[in-house]
């Protein structure tokens, strides 16, 4: 029984480097199924839809829609709302109305859950409708898939970045802290561990949000790697918080705002550049400096893994598959068959949907301030096969011929 | 009449992604020459020449060799050490002890005028020495010089962010805010303007530190253009300062003093985060973002420069053929022949030494919150023959069927 009528795709949340690969890949799947009548692209994800702004994907040429592949950040354009009941019924009968049939929507947990409850209207109504949730997030916070794609490219991005800065950081010897985003889940934070080639590279401390912030365990974690190295390279999540929950900055425009007997620091000084003053303060070294690498990380064109880049064109195809060949609902789930490769499946929107992973334990070193070798195991191969190297010079040295001083 | 003698090179200044390319370049071309006994690095920059911090890349593999001059950020270490006379006159001292009769610095315009120094005491000496500075600064700032080495690289990096961040926010739009480095030059910044492709493309507003800044026209150009685009991409020079020489940071902050009636911020927010703030208070438009883009920029590992390697790894060679072949002294500078195509001469170090280029006026719109489509031309060859480009979707409309509202 071939169910016929229109597709339908959108894009929700961040952008990544390569969520137009999924877009492609489920569009030109599509494309191939005689049941498929057209293609729509919603633009501005779930609002388009509610606004019926539709573009016919069915009349792109396969050419641009490579080219578009290749380009990062929602070529649809996306959106941060969060469709509730009422907002997914809309939704469900603008679709109706133009007679769509399949829906796939490329997004994290919140879209996962978008898809689940227009997919319970349309059972509800008897409408003969299938849904699926195509993966994606630099976060890497899915549930059931083994990583997601877009996470693959950014962690490629942080990796890169902290090879440089290590290389920056030993011509010019001081502190550096980088923040890198992640309010949950330290995936992103965790992949600098593999700028490190050399045994003395940073970054030597990895702060995750898994884990609880002390900033005196901070202070001596920096005080030794400092001592030992002469440097020190920090990375950071953006999420970091201490025991009771509180994030680190808010706690340290609290120590600020002390020290000045109520003034109230009113720009709200970075997270870096709060950690950096601190540590100045505390172990009276000159040279601290921090990034924030902000929204470089998840859209930058040219930092992109290959592997990131085939999954996250599969994924797109899978949904494709999944929906008209097999009419099934669902979300796509990325599985790890061997080192390296993968599976897809086809994953109840329950299991995926709303929820958050984090990194698991074994990932994370015993003090909480570093990445294990397991978590390099798992993450290497998911930057691809064109990672740059950094090397150095192994010259001897030349003996001091007026030793002064 | 050959001069028997050994070579000595370092690197002084901040890093680029193609400072080891002339490294490399000075080495293995010195190696060539028979009346050379010696090529010997020195670590950290003149401070390690003060200490006799040695190494023999006489040594060195050829092949490790053209490993180091792909990687970015000095090998050899750096200083920020400024030398005076005195510093100078050890320098030569040093040097001397060592029979080095070749001395190659590479850096910007301070190791210029330590190359003249310390060759004037050579002279003064009745020492035979030569001694030639290598180009090299992401800032472009050197006088006599097209352009130099390490500029287009960083070009390139400061360009494909803002292709990326068009993408970004293009898909989720506001108002976004990257700060580039540049104090007094703003050709770095200028290079942001290489990421339009589209006639929407931005960076729709570029702000340098050659024309004065004002807040007024900076909220209203900002307004103009959000009005036309619903968004608007603004790149800022780190080193824009108002009509009498305050930078604007430091402007933005007793702004904020007066408003919270004496409140000082400690943390010393960043020049981005203030003008979002700023933005954000005027304009009452919520989603205001800014980025410092940082170390990021000046050291990252694969994003590099073809047209500036090549130049790079020649001003190298080219010094020591100057130096040894031709028993010259002078500054290495770059001087652009065709579009593109470019020769290297050798100048007289008082022409570069301690000298700064800022942006012709040419190059800067008379509004003065743009560049030119002739600094487009000027800079377009420096970020070499593979820049990636960005596609649009262009897929006709849907007609709406509900048609609610």
Known sequence: MKLEGKVLVAQGGGPTAVINQSLVGAVLESRKFQQVTKVYGAINGVAGIINEDFIDLTQETTHNLEQVAKTPSSALFSTRDKPDEKYCKEMFDVMRAHDIRYFFYIGGNDSADTVRIVNEYAEISGYEFRAIHIPKTIDNDLTVNDHTPGYGSAAKFVSQAFIGINLDVRALPGIYIGIVMGRHAGFLTAASSLAQKYPDDGPHLIYLPERPFSLEKFIQDVKKVYDRYGRCIVAVSEGIADETGTPIAVKLMKHIEKDAHGNVNLSGGSLGQLLADHVKEKLNIKR??????????????????????????????????????????????????????????????????????????EFINREGNNVTDAFKFYARPLLGTDMPSADRLRAPKVPKILKKE
Chains 1, 2 share one sequence.
């Open 288 to 361: 601290v400096r921090s990034d924030t690498f902000g929204y470089l990380q998840r859209s930058f064109i040219g930092c992109v893994s290959d592997v990131d880049q085939h999954e996250a064109r599969e994924v797109g195809e899978k949904a494709a598959q999944f929906a008209i060949w097999h009419n099934l609902d669902g979300s796509i789930t990325i599985h790890r068959t061997g080192y390296y490769s993968v599976d897809y499946r086809l994953t109840n929107l329950h299991e995926v949907a709303g929820k958050t992973k984090i990194m698991p334990d």
